[in-house]
């Protein structure tokens, strides 16, 4: 049966699209030499990759400022041919590609996601019109995978998203902060509203999303977490935008 569903629907690389040969999987070995993981040294704060050589300990883009969230966990570049990977995943439907994402960055963070002890995983939220266009949330998609991977839960409610905002990928940095401000809310549900809610906030938060670029999106998402009564959040996310 197995046979007959590959032949019918052969397994495609999550980078190119191509159809996987025997042996392959998530992507082929091409295009596994072409992406780009983030390599250290890393930013201390958002886990961006830092010039070859240097012995600063944060990015031009964190040093001097402050942020709502502890440490990020970004995996590759948002470079070309990822770039184009990611937004298929997010735009055109291909949310198996997610599968691939997950695994890679469980094999890389693993032992640092279990570090930071998170009590659950929490993607980032999209505002209902653009679940309704999309059919899917690509970040919950992503989440499920390292929520099954880790034996941790996942929390779709605990985080919503309360304002349809504005695409960020069309503003620049302080557009994007400003966008997204009062965008978030997240609630804990009394005992009272559903019989197995949670009456006491998270303690640690692992956000996931797709692309991390300036950091509004995380931070906006952290801060209402925080508001909630959350200690520490941290992210993680398929890429990230190389600003060195």
């Given amino acids: ?8 629907f052969p397994p495609r690389c999550a980078v190119c699209d191509g159809v996987l040969r025997e ?3 998530g992507a082929c070995s091409a295009c596994k030499r072409r992406i780009r993981y983030v390599e250290e040294p890393r930013c201390l704060r958002c886990g961006g990759e ?21 440490m ?13 990977a990611v937004a298929a995943m997010k735009y055109h439907g291909r949310k198996e590609y997610a599968a691939f994402y997950a695994a890679e960055m469980l094999r890389t963070f693993g ?9 659950v995983i929490v993607p980032v939220p999209i505002s209902k ?48 902060a400003e966008n997204l401000r009062a965008s978030f809310l997240a609630e804990v549900q ?13 303690r640690n938060v692992l956000l996931v999303d797709d692309i991390y ?10 801060a209402a977490m925080k508001a909630a009564g959350v200690e520490k959040v941290y992210y993680t996310s398929i890429t990230i935008v190389n600003r060195n």
């Fill in 72 to 84: 990020g966990f970004p995996l590759l570049l948002y470079v070309p041919p990822v770039s184009d």
């Fill in 23 to 25: 042996g392959e999987w």
């Fill in 1 to 8: 049966m197995h046979n007959l569903i590959d032949y019918v």
């Fill in 129 to 176: 019109k653009r679940l309704q266009k999309r059919g899917y949330n690509q970040a919950e998609v992503l989440a499920s995978f390292l929520a099954e991977g880790l034996g941790l839960p996942m929390d779709t409610g605990f985080l919503k998203r309360i304002r349809n905002t504005r695409p960020q990928k069309k503003l620049g940095e302080e557009a994007r």
């Fill in 50 to 70: 830092l010039p070859y050589g240097s012995e600063e300990e944060y990015c031009p883009d964190c040093q001097g400022r402050s942020f709502a969230y502890e």
């Fill in 190 to 202: 009394s005992a009272a509203e559903e019989n197995e809610a949670r009456s006491t906030p998270y």
């Fill in 213 to 222: 670029t300036t950091g509004a999106t995380v931070n906006a998402c952290a």
């Fill in 111 to 119: 032992a640092s996601y279990r570090l930071i002890a998170p009590d």
